[in-house]
């Protein structure tokens, strides 16, 4: 019983030294391709459409004091 507990011991010392000092291959990503964006021209991107929804104009846009006047 007693090399039993040894041998354990031995063991999951072993095992977790090797879990502390081999760091097993990363796996990396491949290219993104054609058309990708990154996060800030993604971020340019949805500013862009917040700021024409706020501009919004045109023949038949209505203002908001419009629709206020509208819903009466």
Do not use: C
């Amino acid at each position: 019983m007693f090399w039993l507990q040894v041998g354990t011991l031995v063991l999951v010392n072993v095992l977790i030294a090797r879990m502390l000092l081999v760091r097993a291959p990363r796996a990396q990503h491949a290219g993104a391709g054609d058309g990708a964006l990154s996060v800030w021209q993604l971020i340019r991107k949805i500013e862009a459409e917040r700021q024409r929804e706020v501009l919004a104009t045109g023949r038949h846009h209505l203002s908001a004091e419009t629709l206020a006047r509208l819903r009466i």
